[in-house]
C-alpha cells in the first residue's frame, strides 16, 4: 500500500476526483520517501530519463521526484486548492491520513507530523 494510497482518504473532505488528488500528492510522497529508498527513486530517474545509471543515487534519486513534479504540472493535474483545499485544513488532513492504517509497505516510517510535510510540499508545489 504505502503513503500514497492513504492521502487519497483527504478525498472524503472535499468532493474531489480521486485520481487528481493521488497524483497531486504523488511528487511529495516520493520526495518524502527519497532518504529511505534512494535506489527506487533513481530508478525511476533512469526510467523517465532524467538520470544515467552512473548518476550518484541520491542526486538521480532527486532528480527523480523533480521529474514527477514537472510531469504533474505537464499534464495539468489541478492544484489542491483548485481541488477545493486549503492550507488551514493540513493539520486535519495530516490527521486523517495518520489515523488510516494503509501505510503499510511504504518505504519510510510516516508520522502526523510526516504527512504535515507532505501537504506542506503539496501545497507549495502546486502553488
Known sequence: MGVHHTLPS???VHDC???????RVLGP???YNVPAAPERYARIAQALGVA??????????LAGV???Y????DVGIPTLEELGFSTDEIPML???????????GN??????????????NAFARGA
Open 10 to 12: 483527504a478525498g472524503g
Open 17 to 23: 476526483p480521486h485520481g487528481a488528488l493521488t497524483a
Open 29 to 31: 510522497v516520493c520526495e
Open 52 to 61: 544515467e545509471a552512473s548518476t550518484e543515487v541520491h542526486e538521480a534519486a
Open 66 to 68: 523533480e521529474e514527477v
Open 70 to 73: 514537472r510531469l504533474t504540472e
Open 94 to 104: 495530516a490527521q486523517i491520513a495518520f489515523e488510516d492504517p494503509q501505510t503499510q
Open 107 to 120: 518505504p519510510r516510517e510516516v508520522d502526523a507530523d510526516g504527512y504535515v510535510e507532505i501537504y506542506r
